[in-house]
């Protein structure tokens, strides 16, 4: 298997005002059913001092959790929590059926090919999930590289007009390396039959 099952230890923090301080978290790691789909490995870590900003960092095709933390670890954001889930290992018809770490399937490369909404969409509702019981007053940000770029921007776009309250997640960054955004030629028709999903 490419994911390592690791037990998970949860740093108790106490809330001494509005905005939470907290001393460096080591590296947490468990594995998770978030309303959805499994995730094989979730790995956490930071902030260092004040807590402005968590961001869900969401890998690449075939990649796992560690390979978003080191990234992100590379980064050098003290204030910044972390959460950094594994895709669920799955079939991938573009590699002859061939199972890896993945959100979502692909068939092809093109501006034509089929999106596999259905995975797309119990993906974004359990990584929206990851951020439910985030401080209110924390920055919500969501990005990733390759297949996690387009699971990413999808999301992002997707609470613009969906009105599923689980997908509210409201983010303030969206980053895409490398990525693409899925179910691109809908976007502005479903924005439209949405009222106030410009505003978002």
């Known amino acids: 298997s490419l994911v390592q099952n690791k037990s998970f230890q949860k740093n108790k923090i106490k809330d001494s005002s509005e905005t939470r301080t907290y001393s460096y978290q080591s590296m947490a790691s468990t594995s998770r059913n978030v309303r ?3 995730f094989e490995d979730v790995l956490s870590f930071g902030p260092i001092g004040t807590h402005k900003a968590t961001i869900v960092w969401l ?3 075939g990649e796992t959790s560690a ?4 990234f992100a670890r590379q980064m050098g954001l003290k204030n910044i929590k972390w959460i950094c889930p594994t895709a669920p290992t799955r079939p991938i018809t573009i590699l002859g059926g061939m199972e890896t770490n993945a959100w979502f399937d692909i068939a092809e490369i ?3 090919m089929q999106d596999d909404e259905g ?5 974004a509702l359990s990584i929206a999930n990851l951020l439910s019981e985030e401080p209110p007053n924390i920055m919500i940000g969501i990005g990733g590289t390759g297949l996690g770029a387009a699971q990413a921007l999808y999301l992002a776009s997707k609470g613009c007009y969906d009105t599923n309250q689980r997908l509210q997640i409201n983010p303030r960054v969206v980053i895409g390396l490398n990525g693409w955004l899925p179910v691109w030629r809908s976007l502005q028709n479903n924005i439209a039959s949405n009222p106030g999903g410009r505003d978002r």
């Open 36 to 38: 959805g789909i499994k």
């Open 59 to 61: 890998h690449d095709i």
């Open 67 to 70: 390979n978003s933390t080191r």
């Open 110 to 112: 093109s501006e034509n």
């Open 119 to 123: 995975s797309l969409n119990h993906a």
